[in-house]
């Protein structure tokens, strides 16, 4: 099982890459790989700001309570 979810994100991660360079390249084999990571970077991310997600979305809300405001 876990195989198989790791062969499908990979899949996913060759996939962009695929869009703006040839597969057979070596700087695919970059592109790829920094895909991955950013990737690895955001679900760090949202496991890092998971307990602060309440403060966050206060914070959002009143920066759009303040956007809308004054658009009136």
């Not at 679900?43 to 009143?62: Q, S, W």
């Amino acid at each position: 099982m876990l195989d198989w979810l790791v062969h499908q994100i990979w899949a996913g991660i060759s996939a962009v890459p695929a869009l703006f360079v040839d597969e057979g390249t070596s700087t695919f084999t970059l592109v790829r790989t920094m895909f991955a990571l950013l990737l690895i970077v955001l679900v760090v991310y949202l496991v890092a700001m998971r307990p602060f997600r309440a403060g966050i979305g206060r914070t959002v809300d009143a920066a759009l309570a303040l956007i809308t405001r004054r658009r009136s």
